[in-house]
């Protein structure tokens, strides 16, 4: 998977802090938000903590508007998203953990789904906490 991808679920079901919070919990990561974040408020860097350490990534936040002619897969699983967030995280590995497990809660628990626009592979819940678990143990 790319340092990148995009995340599409409805407006309507963008969760705010507190049930995102729970969502990560309930996958039993020991990530902490950041409280400043607000669902298609907050762009840029998102800070959290990971097990007691310093993490996060950016994240923005948009309409979902993609050229569907070139993603046939995200085409045949997209259905009624309408919002997307990129999430973007560099080198460090726990950025990725970060963005993983944030983007594994929102799959999880809110019918998120992963696009990676360089392959076109799409990632629900189960393959997303797969790779949180993964990305997590990698950086601790």
Known sequence: MAR???LYLARSDAPGRKPLQEAIDALKFRLVLDHAYAPFETSGYLPC???GEDA???IHFSEAKPDLSSFPALRARIG???GAMTFRWGGDPRERASA???SAALAQ???ALAHDPET???YEAPALIAM???AAAAAL
């Open 56 to 58: 996060g990534f950016d």
């Open 109 to 111: 628990a809110f019918g």
């Open 4 to 6: 990148s991808h995009i």
């Open 120 to 122: 076109d592979a799409v």
């Open 132 to 134: 949180a678990r993964e």
């Open 49 to 51: 903590t990971l097990e």
């Open 80 to 82: 009624p998203r309408d």
């Open 100 to 102: 993983l497990i944030v």
